[in-house]
């Protein structure tokens, strides 16, 4: 296992929550910041409530706000570009569309008032900056959105997960999501007793939605659409994989899934949708893992179908994202390498989209709201 160091590090003004590098401009990437205002009669760091938007019934009444901060990879280099500020909410989770826009690169953000908001990257000669297109009202201004997923397929559609344990399945009702015009159908797919973390959808589409979702009930589950899209059913639930929250699910294939959890724990699961659930294979990373990022996946015809598949973890707890590999047959990750810089949480992490074995990762800590940037070789390990 290498140990690994920073090339560039940076101080934010606010605690980073969510990061994302844009897919069409991938010199480009976004962070998104999250500030609870205490109340004058509050101290400590401990309210209660951090990135994750698990609010206590104090913390719940208190503003918040936040910030887009749009930034510039140049070399080993990270240049800070614009600010977009966010003073009526704070920012849970990013996306950029997988899909073709024709206004260029379009941001969705997940916001703590219960909005979903898009936003297009303007890029020009002189200026870069992100601009608002339009804002869609999901819950009740109490109900966080705390975290989105678009459709890899569809690109009207998009998935939310809530802070009221419900996720929800957005569709616009004509022309694109971010139209602002036109209206979006809101459907609640599956409800968690608690927190809805993360959701997904699976890979295979056939026309009708299939999707996984986690919460803070250690339930993961499976739902389908029936004939209409409100006529969602639970394939399977399975509480007993998982020894706390589900935070991340990342599948693989119709059947594979990773998840992160607030267990410590990183696990394959072979989760098809009739039959019994099994995990391959698991590590524990020694923190809570937040989010999970493919470096590569590479299927193998060969040695009986075997797969060998990289990922980066950002490891909520000890802050320390981890590289896990899988190969040969048996199923099991090997931590390749460690990034121990972080003291204390490390929410947001992501790794810039270019091709080859040496990777540019950014990763950042939220109560030292500190940014670095790093460099990892899946050829070498180093």
Same mark, same amino acid.
């Given at each position: 296992?290498?140990?690994?160091?920073?090339?560039?590090?940076?101080?934010?003004?606010?605690?980073?929550?969510?990061?994302?590098?844009?897919?069409?401009?991938?010199?480009?990437?976004?962070?998104?910041?999250?500030?609870?205002?205490?109340?004058?009669?509050?101290?400590?760091?401990?309210?209660?409530?951090?990135?994750?938007?698990?609010?206590?019934?104090?913390?719940?009444?208190?503003?918040?706000?936040?910030?887009?901060?749009?930034?510039?990879?140049?070399?080993?280099?990270?240049?800070?570009?614009?600010? +977009?500020?966010?003073?009526?909410?704070?920012?849970?989770?990013?996306?950029?569309?997988?899909?073709?826009?024709?206004?260029?690169?379009? !941001?969705?953000?997940?916001?703590?008032?219960?909005?979903?908001?898009?936003?297009?990257?303007?890029?020009?000669?002189?200026?870069?900056?992100?601009?608002?297109?339009?804002?869609?009202?999901?819950? +009740?201004?109490?109900?966080?959105?705390?975290?989105?997923?678009?459709?890899?397929?569809?690109?009207?559609?998009?998935?939310?997960?809530?802070?009221?344990?419900?996720?929800?399945?957005?569709?616009?009702?004509?022309?694109?999501?971010?139209?602002?015009?036109?209206?979006?159908?809101?459907?609640?797919?599956?409800?968690?007793?608690?927190?809805? /973390? /993360?959701?997904?959808?699976?890979?295979?589409?056939?026309?009708?939605?299939? !999707?996984?979702?986690?919460?803070?009930?250690?339930?993961?589950?499976?739902?389908? +659409?029936?004939?209409?899209?409100?006529?969602?059913?639970?394939?399977?639930?399975?509480?007993?994989?998982?020894?706390?929250?589900?935070?991340?699910?990342?599948?693989?294939?119709?059947?594979?899934?990773?998840?992160?959890?607030?267990?410590?724990?990183?696990?394959?699961?072979?989760?098809?949708?009739?039959?019994?659930?099994?995990?391959?294979?698991?590590?524990?990373?020694?923190?809570?893992?937040?989010?999970?990022?493919?470096?590569?996946?590479?299927?193998?015809?060969?040695?009986?179908?075997?797969?060998?598949?990289?990922?980066?973890?950002?490891?909520?707890?000890?802050?320390?994202? +981890?590289?896990?590999?899988?190969?040969?047959?048996? /199923?099991?990750?090997?931590?390749?390498?460690?990034?121990?810089?972080?003291?204390?949480?490390?929410?947001?992490?992501?790794?810039?989209?270019?091709?080859?074995?040496?990777? !540019?990762?950014?990763?950042?800590?939220?109560?030292?709201?500190?940014?670095?940037? /790093?460099?990892?070789?899946?050829?070498?390990?180093?």
């Amino acid at each position: 296992m290498t140990s690994i160091s920073s090339v560039e590090r940076l101080t934010l003004d606010l605690p980073p929550a969510c990061i994302a590098f844009c897919p069409t401009e991938p010199e480009y990437f976004v962070i998104g910041t999250y500030h609870l205002h205490r109340k004058e009669n509050q101290a400590g760091e401990d309210l209660g409530e951090d990135a994750s938007g698990s609010p206590s019934s104090q913390a719940e009444q208190q503003k918040r706000s936040g910030t887009l901060e749009l930034f510039r990879v140049q070399g080993e280099q990270v240049i800070h570009i614009a600010t +977009e500020p966010t003073p009526d909410y704070s920012i849970l989770d990013i996306q950029w569309t997988p899909h073709h826009a024709a206004s260029g690169p379009v !941001l969705a953000v997940a916001a703590s008032t219960g909005l979903l908001v898009f936003y297009r990257f303007a890029k020009s000669r002189e200026a870069q900056r992100l601009v608002h297109i339009s804002s869609e009202r999901i819950c +009740e201004p109490e109900t966080l959105v705390l975290s989105l997923a678009w459709h890899p397929k569809n690109p009207k559609v998009i998935g939310l997960t809530l802070s009221d344990g419900r996720a929800v399945v957005c569709r616009a009702r004509q022309g694109d999501l971010w139209a602002g015009d036109q209206g979006i159908e809101i459907t609640t797919a599956f409800s968690h007793s608690l927190e809805a /973390w /993360w959701l997904a959808f699976s890979p295979s589409y056939s026309g009708a939605l299939d !999707l996984y979702s986690g919460g803070d009930d250690q339930l993961l589950q499976q739902t389908v +659409e029936g004939e209409e899209p409100e006529q969602c059913t639970s394939l399977w639930q399975d509480r007993r994989i998982h020894q706390a929250g589900i935070t991340y699910i990342l599948p693989l294939s119709q059947d594979l899934i990773l998840t992160g959890s607030y267990d410590d724990h990183i696990r394959l699961i072979s989760a098809p949708a009739v039959g019994r659930r099994q995990v391959l294979a698991e590590a524990n990373l020694g923190g809570g893992v937040w989010r999970i990022k493919l470096l590569f996946h590479h299927p193998s015809h060969e040695q009986g179908g075997s797969e060998n598949t990289a990922s980066g973890a950002s490891t909520a707890l000890s802050g320390t994202p +981890e590289v896990g590999s899988e190969s040969d047959g048996e /199923w099991q990750f090997e931590i390749l390498g460690r990034f121990e810089e972080h003291q204390s949480m490390n929410y947001a992490s992501d790794v810039q989209p270019e091709e080859g074995d040496r990777k !540019l990762i950014v990763s950042t800590s939220f109560y030292d709201k500190l940014l670095c940037l /790093w460099r990892f070789d899946l050829g070498i390990g180093a």
